[in-house]
Protein backbone atom coordinates (compact mmCIF):
# COMPACT_ATOMS: atom_id res chain seq x y z
CA UNK A 1 0.00 0.00 0.00
CA UNK A 2 1.22 3.50 -0.94
CA UNK A 3 2.03 5.41 2.28
CA UNK A 4 3.85 8.60 3.25
CA UNK A 5 5.92 8.95 6.13
CA UNK A 6 6.97 12.35 8.13
CA UNK A 7 8.71 11.73 11.39
CA UNK A 8 9.20 15.25 12.29
CA UNK A 9 5.94 16.34 14.45
CA UNK A 10 7.60 19.59 15.29
CA UNK A 11 10.94 21.60 14.13
CA UNK A 12 11.98 24.96 14.64
CA UNK A 13 14.92 26.92 12.92
CA UNK A 14 16.42 30.32 13.45
CA UNK A 15 15.06 32.90 11.12
CA UNK A 16 17.52 33.47 7.96
CA UNK A 17 18.65 29.88 8.20
CA UNK A 18 17.80 26.56 6.27
CA UNK A 19 15.65 24.06 7.38
CA UNK A 20 15.04 20.66 6.00
CA UNK A 21 11.81 18.51 6.26
CA UNK A 22 11.86 15.23 6.08
CA UNK A 23 9.43 13.12 3.49
CA UNK A 24 10.05 9.25 3.15
CA UNK A 25 7.07 7.21 0.58
CA UNK A 26 6.63 4.06 -0.12
CA UNK A 27 5.19 2.84 -3.62
CA UNK A 28 5.30 0.30 -6.23
CA UNK A 29 4.34 2.51 -8.96
CA UNK A 30 6.95 3.67 -11.57
CA UNK A 31 5.20 6.76 -12.46
CA UNK A 32 4.38 9.06 -9.48
CA UNK A 33 4.28 12.70 -7.97
CA UNK A 34 5.50 13.86 -5.13
CA UNK A 35 3.99 17.58 -3.38
CA UNK A 36 4.60 19.57 -0.59
CA UNK A 37 1.72 21.96 0.44
CA UNK A 38 1.72 24.91 3.51
CA UNK A 39 -1.10 25.15 5.59
CA UNK A 40 -0.86 28.33 7.80
CA UNK A 41 -2.90 29.24 11.37
CA UNK A 42 -5.38 30.14 8.84
CA UNK A 43 -6.30 26.91 7.76
CA UNK A 44 -5.98 26.97 3.75
CA UNK A 45 -3.60 24.66 2.01
CA UNK A 46 -0.97 26.41 0.08
CA UNK A 47 1.08 24.46 -3.01
CA UNK A 48 4.65 24.78 -2.91
CA UNK A 49 6.49 22.36 -5.10
CA UNK A 50 5.80 19.52 -7.20
CA UNK A 51 8.53 16.39 -7.97
CA UNK A 52 8.11 13.89 -10.42
CA UNK A 53 8.85 10.48 -10.57
CA UNK A 54 10.58 10.60 -13.98
CA UNK A 55 12.50 14.10 -13.32
CA UNK A 56 16.36 14.17 -13.07
CA UNK A 57 16.60 17.61 -11.96
CA UNK A 58 15.60 18.49 -8.30
CA UNK A 59 12.56 20.54 -8.36
CA UNK A 60 13.08 24.19 -6.66
CA UNK A 61 10.62 26.65 -6.48
CA UNK A 62 12.05 30.57 -5.11
CA UNK A 63 13.41 29.82 -1.51
CA UNK A 64 11.76 26.01 -1.89
CA UNK A 65 13.76 23.01 -3.19
CA UNK A 66 12.75 19.07 -2.98
CA UNK A 67 15.95 16.96 -2.54
CA UNK A 68 14.84 14.02 -4.32
CA UNK A 69 16.79 10.93 -3.77
CA UNK A 70 14.88 8.34 -5.78
CA UNK A 71 16.26 5.13 -4.48
CA UNK A 72 15.88 6.17 -0.44
CA UNK A 73 12.42 6.81 -1.60
CA UNK A 74 12.67 10.54 -0.14
CA UNK A 75 11.19 13.51 -0.85
CA UNK A 76 12.75 16.54 1.39
CA UNK A 77 11.57 19.87 1.61
CA UNK A 78 14.48 22.43 1.96
CA UNK A 79 13.31 25.99 2.60
CA UNK A 80 16.71 28.32 2.80
CA UNK A 81 16.57 31.91 4.42
CA UNK A 82 13.63 30.81 6.38
CA UNK A 83 11.03 33.85 7.37
CA UNK A 84 8.81 34.30 10.49
CA UNK A 85 6.05 33.70 7.84
CA UNK A 86 6.81 30.61 7.25
CA UNK A 87 5.89 29.21 10.37
CA UNK A 88 3.24 26.75 9.71
CA UNK A 89 2.37 23.04 9.22
CA UNK A 90 3.89 21.59 6.52
CA UNK A 91 2.45 18.44 4.38
CA UNK A 92 4.37 15.83 1.90
CA UNK A 93 1.81 13.99 -0.30
CA UNK A 94 1.98 11.53 -3.06
CA UNK A 95 -0.16 11.23 -5.91
CA UNK A 96 -1.91 7.79 -6.29
CA UNK A 97 -3.05 5.76 -9.08
CA UNK A 98 -2.73 7.40 -12.61
CA UNK A 99 -4.99 7.99 -14.99
CA UNK A 100 -5.44 12.10 -13.80
CA UNK A 101 -7.62 11.40 -10.82
CA UNK A 102 -5.10 13.07 -9.06
CA UNK A 103 -5.90 11.43 -5.82
CA UNK A 104 -3.07 12.38 -3.00
CA UNK A 105 -2.27 10.89 0.14
CA UNK A 106 -0.57 12.88 3.02
CA UNK A 107 1.96 12.20 5.14
CA UNK A 108 0.91 13.51 8.80
CA UNK A 109 2.73 16.57 8.74
CA UNK A 110 5.54 18.60 10.24
CA UNK A 111 4.89 21.80 12.40
CA UNK A 112 7.81 24.29 11.91
CA UNK A 113 8.21 27.18 14.02
CA UNK A 114 10.65 30.09 12.96
CA UNK A 115 12.12 32.33 15.61
CA UNK A 116 13.36 35.86 15.52
CA UNK B 1 -7.15 34.04 -9.00
CA UNK B 2 -7.96 30.36 -8.60
CA UNK B 3 -11.13 29.86 -5.80
CA UNK B 4 -12.20 27.63 -4.02
CA UNK B 5 -14.66 28.19 -1.72
CA UNK B 6 -16.38 26.22 1.53
CA UNK B 7 -19.44 27.32 2.46
CA UNK B 8 -18.75 27.72 6.24
CA UNK B 9 -15.77 27.80 8.05
CA UNK B 10 -17.10 27.01 11.13
CA UNK B 11 -20.14 24.35 12.29
CA UNK B 12 -21.72 23.47 15.30
CA UNK B 13 -24.06 20.72 14.94
CA UNK B 14 -26.20 18.32 17.00
CA UNK B 15 -25.56 14.63 17.03
CA UNK B 16 -27.95 12.94 14.68
CA UNK B 17 -28.55 16.00 12.14
CA UNK B 18 -28.25 15.77 8.68
CA UNK B 19 -25.25 18.08 7.61
CA UNK B 20 -24.28 19.29 4.13
CA UNK B 21 -21.07 20.72 3.80
CA UNK B 22 -20.62 23.16 0.16
CA UNK B 23 -18.21 23.71 -1.85
CA UNK B 24 -18.02 26.06 -5.33
CA UNK B 25 -14.80 25.88 -7.42
CA UNK B 26 -14.42 28.50 -10.46
CA UNK B 27 -11.99 27.05 -12.34
CA UNK B 28 -13.84 24.53 -14.60
CA UNK B 29 -11.61 21.35 -12.74
CA UNK B 30 -13.02 18.19 -13.60
CA UNK B 31 -11.83 16.61 -10.62
CA UNK B 32 -12.98 17.69 -6.56
CA UNK B 33 -12.44 16.31 -3.72
CA UNK B 34 -13.23 15.77 0.68
CA UNK B 35 -10.29 15.10 2.89
CA UNK B 36 -10.55 15.00 6.61
CA UNK B 37 -8.11 16.53 8.85
CA UNK B 38 -7.17 15.35 12.11
CA UNK B 39 -3.62 15.69 14.15
CA UNK B 40 -1.31 13.24 13.45
CA UNK B 41 -3.33 11.36 10.40
CA UNK B 42 -2.52 14.34 8.32
CA UNK B 43 -5.47 14.74 5.47
CA UNK B 44 -7.61 11.52 4.46
CA UNK B 45 -9.54 11.11 1.60
CA UNK B 46 -13.31 10.89 2.17
CA UNK B 47 -15.30 11.04 -1.56
CA UNK B 48 -13.93 12.40 -4.89
CA UNK B 49 -15.47 12.84 -7.50
CA UNK B 50 -13.85 13.45 -11.69
CA UNK B 51 -17.08 14.28 -13.48
CA UNK B 52 -20.89 15.56 -12.88
CA UNK B 53 -22.86 12.97 -11.46
CA UNK B 54 -19.84 10.52 -10.51
CA UNK B 55 -18.31 9.66 -6.84
CA UNK B 56 -15.73 7.30 -6.16
CA UNK B 57 -14.88 6.08 -2.42
CA UNK B 58 -11.76 7.23 -0.66
CA UNK B 59 -10.14 5.81 2.24
CA UNK B 60 -12.93 6.70 5.09
CA UNK B 61 -16.18 6.99 3.53
CA UNK B 62 -18.20 5.18 5.81
CA UNK B 63 -20.83 7.66 7.64
CA UNK B 64 -20.40 9.90 4.62
CA UNK B 65 -21.96 10.59 1.10
CA UNK B 66 -21.73 13.11 -1.82
CA UNK B 67 -23.60 15.04 -4.48
CA UNK B 68 -22.19 16.62 -7.92
CA UNK B 69 -25.09 18.00 -9.59
CA UNK B 70 -23.06 20.67 -11.39
CA UNK B 71 -19.51 20.48 -12.42
CA UNK B 72 -18.53 23.62 -9.96
CA UNK B 73 -20.36 22.26 -6.68
CA UNK B 74 -19.29 19.26 -5.02
CA UNK B 75 -21.27 18.71 -1.60
CA UNK B 76 -20.35 16.61 1.42
CA UNK B 77 -23.33 15.30 3.33
CA UNK B 78 -23.15 13.47 6.66
CA UNK B 79 -26.51 11.57 6.94
CA UNK B 80 -26.37 11.41 10.76
CA UNK B 81 -23.88 13.25 12.51
CA UNK B 82 -21.78 11.73 15.27
CA UNK B 83 -19.42 12.95 17.27
CA UNK B 84 -16.37 11.04 16.06
CA UNK B 85 -17.00 13.01 12.64
CA UNK B 86 -15.99 16.49 14.65
CA UNK B 87 -12.93 16.91 12.42
CA UNK B 88 -11.38 19.76 9.74
CA UNK B 89 -12.61 19.30 6.37
CA UNK B 90 -10.98 20.31 3.10
CA UNK B 91 -12.31 20.72 0.06
CA UNK B 92 -9.60 20.52 -3.04
CA UNK B 93 -10.20 20.39 -7.02
CA UNK B 94 -7.52 19.89 -9.64
CA UNK B 95 -7.57 18.92 -13.38
CA UNK B 96 -8.22 15.75 -14.81
CA UNK B 97 -4.78 15.37 -15.64
CA UNK B 98 -1.81 13.75 -14.11
CA UNK B 99 0.43 15.86 -11.89
CA UNK B 100 -1.57 18.93 -11.71
CA UNK B 101 -1.84 20.38 -8.26
CA UNK B 102 -5.28 19.99 -6.14
CA UNK B 103 -5.99 23.95 -4.94
CA UNK B 104 -7.77 23.91 -1.74
CA UNK B 105 -10.51 25.84 -0.06
CA UNK B 106 -9.86 27.57 3.19
CA UNK B 107 -11.47 24.22 5.45
CA UNK B 108 -14.90 24.00 7.43
CA UNK B 109 -13.93 23.04 11.50
CA UNK B 110 -17.20 20.53 12.66
CA UNK B 111 -18.13 20.21 15.74
CA UNK B 112 -20.89 17.45 16.62
CA UNK B 113 -21.76 17.74 20.09
Known amino acids: AQKITQTQPGMFVQEKEAVTLDCTYDTSDQSYGLFWYKQPSSGEMIFLIY??????QNATEGRYSLNFQKARKSANLVISASQLGDSAMYFCAMREGGGGYNKLIFGAGTRLAVHP | DVKVTQSSRYLVKRTGEKVFLECVQD?????MFWYRQDPGLGLRLIYF???????EKGDIPEGYSVSREKKERFSLILESASTNQTSMYLC????????????FGQGTRLTVV
Open chain 2, 49 to 55: SYDVKMK
Open chain 2, 92 to 103: ASSLFAENTEAF
Open chain 2, 27 to 31: MDHEN
Open chain 1, 51 to 56: QGSYDE
